[in-house]
């Protein structure tokens, strides 16, 4: 009787440890602008606390962009990618610095093979918080001496618009066409030069 008193309390003990834990987990968005949203979208999708991500729109103040009007040019948005995370196993400073590896901040308006505003490259805030880590991860990268000058912006989101349906996970619904603009947009061996080997991967 004792012994199985015992075996309940140790339960009651655990199951009310795993509920502190859950409680504790907190789920937060940032917004990437990185150039292809395809590409974006299936780095970010390969860090541990990382949920979910959405292609989409942001960083600027047209209303309801579409793919068409945005990859045109004719807004003043940028391509961009939503990412929900868990910040007990990843945090917004973490994703920050991981972002920097996936990217060619040395040029502006583009990214690799894409050209235009709309491939520029950002860290939309949504809070204060997130702009103060970003600003502070840029001056310090700045101040390394790396490179010369960094266009990546840190400016508001104003508000995100997710992409068509046919944009998200695209990676992984046509991964062979996927696979041949990303090779042939000279990404990873771009990110090679500027990082090491291991960017991005």
């Given amino acids: 009787m004792n012994t199985l008193f015992k075996l309940k309390s140790t339960l009651a ?11 504790q987990a907190e789920t937060k968005t940032a917004i990437f602008g990185g150039g292809c ?39 003043d948005h940028t391509e961009v990618v939503e990412v929900t995370y868990d910040d007990t196993k990843a945090s917004y400073s973490q994703l920050v610095e991981f972002f920097w590896k996936t990217i060619d901040p040395t040029v502006k308006d583009r990214q690799f093979c894409d050209a235009g505003t709309q491939y520029r490259t950002g ?19 700045q101040a390394s001496g790396k490179f ?35 090779s042939g947009c000279g990404r990873d061996n771009r990110l090679e030069e500027l990082w090491g080997p291991k960017a991005s991967r």
Avoid at 47 to 70: E, F, N
Avoid at 154 to 176: L, T, W
């Fill in 37 to 75: 949203f395809w590409c974006v979208e299936a780095d970010f999708d390969k860090v541990p606390g990382v949920l979910k991500t959405i292609s989409g729109y942001a960083g600027g103040q047209y209303k309801d962009p579409d793919y068409k009007a945005v990859s045109a040019g004719r807004t």
């Fill in 13 to 23: 003990v655990a199951l009310g440890v795993l509920a502190v834990t859950s409680a």
């Fill in 123 to 141: 860290f939309y805030t949504l809070n204060d918080e997130q702009k103060k880590v970003a600003e502070a991860s840029k001056a310090k990268l």
């Fill in 148 to 182: 010369r000058t960094i266009h990546t912006e840190v400016a508001p989101a104003i508000k995100f618009y997710p992409a068509e349906e046919y944009h998200q996970d695209y990676y992984k619904k046509n991964p062979v066409r996927y696979g041949y603009y990303r």
